[in-house]
């Protein structure tokens, strides 16, 4: 575990290249593996989530080659063939995503495997992918709790479906439509509101026939073409910089090639509706399906929101660095529809609210629910990550908006930022000049 120490920033004005998208990489990588031929990846997340993805598909017989740092090759058979029992368990490490995916990927071949991960991915609940997936015909089985391990036995004869999803989770849709390109017919996923459509756009990419109406989407069973994607820059890993520019007047920062998929711009709608000035030029889609463009956030003064529903969906990765953008803001923000966050690598709920009052920030919650109020002088603290990437950086940017003057603030596991952005620090150090 290490240790960070982030002192206040004095002036912000700059332009970062985040990373490649996580939420794609890993698609492209398993979509890749399904299709028959070469596919192509540039760009792809140097993230270790997505390098548990890609070490998973060699252990299931994929030949991967990665070209680092960010691109990769690999030839897959086609849809559940080419694939081959491995020799032990896969290992997801931190990874939902691996993990939740690839059971849908393996329901649909005739393989046996167990999926397994680290303590916090132990923790993390699976039914929500065994249920669906049990019912299309694969055998898959959890621990007693509902979590990992899990055991998947697949068939390339899996019944079509029509599931309406209890959680909003791209997750678990994406879980099921990949088992769906081994059913005997179109599959349609209903969810409680509509989440990001990575997957659904990729398969389309890769001649799918896909059929989406608001919450709603089916897929119809059928072969993938192989493709060519250079991967936007991840927009969640730009949240953070752009929320800092966001929290003083005259601060800026501009990121470059971001992706713009319309689930997963929650966080550009919340710094506009708190009173930032947000400037998105937009450029030639990724692959021809996923939005891209550069993206500039202005600072001015912010006054507080209310985040629910729809909203809390499209900026579900973002909320601990929206919560830690309203303390500096006027009035109470508060995050409605929130439970999801304490399923995530850890209680994020929990680990603002505790985090927040030791930078001296009122705040309450509730089981679904969290209010900040604003605006606060933070102070220097000594603050945990808890293996989480997303407070390793969330915690480094409420160091840097400790007034001037204020002392630096101590972030222990900070290196759990690897998980999505392994160079945040360095580029964070860049941007604050130090």
Not at 254 to 266: F, S
Not at 280 to 298: C, F, L, Q
Not at 404 to 423: K, L, N, Q, R
Request: glycine share 12%.
């Amino acid at each position: 575990m290490t240790q960070e120490r982030v002192s206040p920033a004095v002036r912000v004005d700059g332009d970062v290249s985040v990373p490649g998208d996580k939420s794609i990489s890993h698609r492209a990588l398993i979509l890749g593996s399904l299709a028959k031929g070469r596919t192509y990846i540039g760009n792809s997340s140097p993230a270790a989530d997505v390098i548990a993805t890609a070490t998973c598909l060699r252990a299931c017989g994929v030949w991967v080659r990665d070209f680092p740092p960010s691109r990769y090759a690999l030839d897959g058979a086609g849809v559940g063939v080419g694939l081959r029992s491995p020799d032990g368990v896969l290992d997801c490490a931190n990874s939902g995503t691996t993990m939740r995916l690839l059971a849908g990927m393996l329901a649909g071949s005739d393989i046996e495997a167990i999926l397994d991960g680290d303590v916090s991915l132990r923790r993390r609940p699976m039914t929500r992918v065994v249920d669906p997936l049990r019912a299309m015909g694969a055998e898959v089985d959890a621990s007693p709790e509902g979590t990992a391990p899990l055991r998947v036995q697949g068939s390339r004869a899996l019944k079509a479906l029509t599931w309406r999803s209890p959680v909003a989770s791209a997750q678990v849709k994406s879980a099921i439509l990949l088992a769906a390109l081994s059913a005997d017919g179109p599959t349609t996923v209903i969810e409680p509101v509509p989440t990001r459509d990575h997957t659904e756009r990729m398969l389309g990419m890769c001649g799918v026939e896909v059929v989406s109406s608001g919450a709603e989407v089916t897929i119809h069973p059928g072969p993938l073409e192989p493709f060519g994607l250079r991967v936007p820059g991840d927009l969640s890993s730009a949240s953070f910089f752009l929320a800092l520019a966001a929290s003083r007047p005259g601060w800026r920062v501009r990121c470059t090639g971001v992706g713009l998929n319309p689930g997963r711009t929650g966080i550009l709608t919340v710094l506009e509706a708190m009173g930032a000035a947000v400037q998105v030029d937009e450029r030639e889609p990724a692959g021809g399906v996923e939005p891209v463009g550069d993206v500039e956030v202005r600072g001015t003064g912010l006054h507080g929101v209310t985040i629910s529903r729809s909203l809390t969906v499209r900026s579900i990765d973002e909320l601990p660095i929206i919560a830690v953008l309203a303390s500096q803001a006027e009035g109470d923000t508060e995050i409605r529809d929130a439970g999801e966050l304490r399923n995530k690598e850890s209680d994020r709920i929990a680990m603002l609210e505790t985090g927040l009052r030791l930078l001296g920030v009122p705040c309450e919650s509730s089981a679904e629910t969290l209010v900040v109020h604003g605006p606060v002088r933070l102070r220097p603290a000594h603050l945990d990550a808890a293996g989480d990437h997303r407070f390793a950086m969330a915690w480094a940017i409420a160091a840097a908006l400790v007034p001037a003057g204020g002392g630096e603030s101590v972030i222990d596991g900070a290196d759990a930022a690897a998980v999505s952005y392994p160079g945040f620090f360095t580029d964070l150090a860049t941007l604050l000049g130090s």
